[in-house]
C-alpha cells in the first residue's frame, strides 16, 4: 500500500480522556480512532492487524474441530429469561424494538447456541462438536478507560464445545489450552502467558484465563515458577499456595487476561433440556465447555508490551505490514522495489510521500513499528542497495536492490 | 469438509412463522437459522457463502480505490443529534448505557465516518478519497417477514467518498457503478439487475437503486428496454416517461433492491463543519457519496433465484463448495479422491456418513445446491470413475478418477 493514499495518518494527540497506553499509542500510529468511551474504529493499519490476529485464532481453532458460524449481537430477551441472566448478567445492554419487543446485546453467547444445537443434535454419535464465533460483543462497562482491554464494543472468538461426558470434556479442554498457546506464541505473548486458575462454578472447581503479564492489566495474579502456573488474586487460599504443586512461593504480578476457559458442564444444557441419546438408549444431559479470546484484546496487550518510546514494535504475524519501505526523493528507483516486492507477495507499505521530510518517514516507520524498514535514497543507491533495518534493532545493512526479494523469502 | 462432521443438518421444516421463501430454503438447506424476527444465525454453509460474496464485493471496492475500516456498531447520540437524525431516522435502535448515555445501533455510517475524515482529510491534496466497510448493521423494522431481504441486523458493505468537488463525485459516482455491476455479475445476477433511478435529496435530482428482478422483491420498479434502466415506482412520473431517453414504453415488474448509490452532497460535511482548504487557499465544503450494498441480501437474492423444487442452485462464485463429493459405500476409493482433490485446492463437500441412504445423500446435495456433484458407487468404480452432474443440467458424464482433478482445472 501507499502511504501517500493512506487516509489515516499518524496524530500527535489523542483524546484528553483517554487514559490508556494501548489506545494513545494506536491512536498515535493510524490503527484505531475512538468514537466513544470504550468504542473504537479500527482504520486499515488497524484492521490488518486484527483481521492477522483472527486469521491466527481461525486457523488453530480449525485445527482442533472448530466449525465455523456467526451468530447475531441481536438477541431476544426470552433465551436470557430461561438461563435467569436476563437479570444477573452483568453489563448486559438491554433495548426495545418495535411491539416493545425486548433484546439484549450478546455479551456472551451460550443462549443462542445452546437452542441452536439443540435443534441438530440428538445422540450420541453426533458428539463431540465444537462451534465458534468471531464476532462482536457488547458489555455495558461502568469503567471504559482502559482502551482495547476492555470496550463496550470488542471483537470476540467464542467456542462452545459440547460433550457426552466429563472426561471427553476434559480432553477437549486441555486441546483448547494446547490451541490457546500456539496462537500466544505466533503473537509473541506466549513467554509472558500463564495459564492462571480462576474462579469455576458449580460444575468444575476452577476455570482458566490465560493471563499475560503487563503492568497495563487489571487482573492480579500469584505465579508459581515451580510449575509455571499462576493463580488468579480473586481465589487465592490465605497461606498462597499453589494448587497445582503446593509449591507456597508465588509472587505477584499485574496481568492481562487474553483469554478464558470455562467447564460450563450441564449449567445450559438443562436450561434449554438439551439432551442426548446414549449408546444405551437413554436420554443424557449434554456437557459443555464455553473457550473465550478477544482479538482486539491480544492487539491491545501486543501494543502494551512491544514497544519503545519511538512507538510500536509489531511481531511480525500481527504486523499491519512485514515491510516498510520509504523513498527519499528517490521515487523512480523506489516505486520498482515497492512493484517488484508487492508482485513477490511481500506485504509492503511504502512511502512515497513527497511532502514529507525524512525525520518525519522515519519518525513514522517507528510509531507505525513494521517488523522491518528500508531507505531507498542517494546515499544507497550509489551502492546500488536498500538500507535495512529491523524494528527491534538498531544495526542497519545495505541489501543490493536485486536481492531485497531473496533477503524476504 | 465432512458432511459427517458438519453439525448443521438439511431439516425437514421451519418456523412456522418463516413466511420468505429465502429463508425457508435456506434454512432447510442448512444456511441460516433464525434467532428471532429478522434475526438469523449464518450456519458453516451460510457463512462460507457469506464470505464469498463479502470478497467478490472486497476485491471491486479495492479495485476503486476503497480502504477498508471497521466502524463501531454502537454509536453515540450526540453525532446523530448533529445531524438531525436521532429523531428523525427511520428505524433507528436506540439504547441507554451506564450513566444514562445514550446510543444508536448504527444503521447507517454517515455520522461515524464524517467526524472521523475530518480529523484526517485539511486539504484538497488529501482528495478525493473512498472509504468503506464491511459490517453488521441494525435497523427496528416494523416487519421482518422477507427473511435475509429485511433484517433487524444485518450486514452491509457501506462505502463513502469524499470529493472537492460535484464533478469529481459524479466521476466516482460512475466508476461505483461500474464496480457494483461487477460484483452482480460474478454473483450470477446481472442480467436481471437494473440501474434504477430512485428518490434523490436536496443535493441530486435522483439516487440510484441496483434492483434485481424477483417476484419476491418488495419494490416496483417501471424499466426502459430502451437504455436498459428503471424508474422506481416511488418517483414514477404520472406519463410513466423513462427519465434517462424519454421513452414512454415502460413495463412494470417487482424487484429486490440489491444495492443503492446516493450523492449525499454536503448534507453530512455541513454538519460536521467538514472543510477542505483548496488549490486557492479557500476553505470549500468536502462533497460526499455513499454507495451500500448489503452481502446477506444478496444471498437471499440468489437463493429466491437460483433454485428448482429440489433446493438451491448456487452460482459457482459464491457456492459453499464448488464439488459435492458423494460415496455410496465406496468410502475408502472416495476418501482417496477427497484428500486428492483437497491437496489440490479443489473446495470439496465430501458425503462419508455410513448411516445416510443414497437417496438422502443426493437430496441433500440438490438442497445444499453446490455447482457440481460427483458420485462414487460400485457401478462407477467398475468403470474406475467418478460420475459428475452439474446441478443445473440433467446430464451426467463419467469422469475416470485420475482425471478429476484436470475436469476441475
Known amino acids: 500500500m501507499r502511504q501517500s493514499q493512506l487516509f489515516a ?80 448478567f452483568d453489563a448486559l445492554f438491554k433495548l426495545k424494538g418495535v411491539n416493545k419487543k425486548e433484546y439484549a446485546l450478546g455479551a456472551t453467547h451460550e443462549e443462542i447456541i445452546t437452542p441452536l444445537m439443540k435443534k441438530f443434535v440428538f445422540s450420541y454419535k453426533e458428539l463431540p462438536v465444537y462451534i465458534y464465533q468471531i464476532q462482536q460483543k457488547f458489555r455495558n462497562e461502568l469503567r471504559a478507560k482502559s482502551g482495547l482491554l476492555r470496550g463496550r464494543e470488542f471483537l470476540m472468538k467464542d467456542l462452545y464445545s459440547f460433550h457426552i461426558s466429563e472426561e471427553n470434556l476434559n480432553n477437549y479442554y486441555e486441546k483448547a489450552q494446547d490451541a490457546y498457546f500456539k496462537i500466544f506464541d505466533k503473537c509473541g505473548l506466549k513467554d509472558l502467558t500463564y495459564l492462571t486458575f480462576a474462579s469455576g462454578g458449580v460444575f468444575a472447581k476452577y476455570s482458566h484465563e490465560f493471563q499475560t503479564l503487563s ?89 502494551e508490551i512491544f514497544n519503545d518510546d519511538k512507538g510500536i514494535i509489531w511481531p511480525e504475524a500481527v504486523a499491519p505490514f512485514r515491510f516498510h519501505l520509504i523513498s527519499l526523493n528517490q521515487n523512480s528507483q523506489a516505486e520498482k522495489l515497492y512493484q517488484d516486492l508487492k508482485k513477490a507477495g511481500i506485504e509492503i507499505l511504502y512511502d512515497d510521500r513527497e511532502d514529507s521530510s525524512a525525520g518525519e518517514k522515519f ?34 545493512e545495505f541489501i543490493k536492490l536485486d536481492k531485497v526479494i531473496e533477503f524476504f523469502a
Open 215 to 303: 503492568k497495563a492489566g487489571e487482573d492480579t495474579i500469584y505465579i508459581c515458577d515451580n510449575c509455571r502456573i499462576a493463580v488468579n488474586k480473586e481465589i487465592i487460599n490465605e497461606q498462597k499456595i499453589c494448587p497445582n504443586c503446593a509449591n507456597s512461593r508465588l509472587h505477584k504480578e499485574k496481568a492481562i487476561e487474553v483469554g478464558n476457559i470455562f467447564k460450563l458442564g450441564t449449567k445450559f444444557s438443562n436450561a434449554f433440556n438439551f439432551k442426548y441419546i446414549s449408546q444405551e438408549g437413554e436420554q443424557k444431559d449434554v456437557i459443555m465447555g464455553c473457550y473465550g479470546m478477544g482479538p482486539s484484546r491480544i492487539m491491545a496487550t501486543i501494543a
Open 363 to 396: 519518525a513514522d516507520a517507528d510509531l507505525i513499528g513494521c517488523p522491518c524498514r528500508g531507505v531507498v535514497s542517494k546515499k544507497t543507491l550509489e551502492k546500488n542497495s536498500v538500507e535495512i533495518k529491523k524494528r527491534d534493532s538498531a544495526k542497519c
Open 9 to 88: 495518518k499518524t496524530v500527535k494527540s489523542y483524546p484528553k480522556d483517554e487514559l490508556s497506553f494501548n489506545a494513545q499509542i494506536l491512536i498515535k500510529a493510524g490503527f484505531i480512532d475512538k468514537v466513544s468511551a470504550g468504542v473504537y474504529t479500527f482504520l486499515p493499519l488497524g484492521l490488518l492487524t486484527l483481521n492477522k490476529i483472527c486469521d491466527i485464532i481461525r486457523k488453530e481453532m480449525n485445527k482442533i474441530g472448530g466449525q465455523e458460524i456467526l451468530m447475531p449481537a441481536l438477541t431476544p430477551k426470552n433465551v436470557w429469561d430461561q438461563t435467569g441472566r436476563w437479570d444477573n
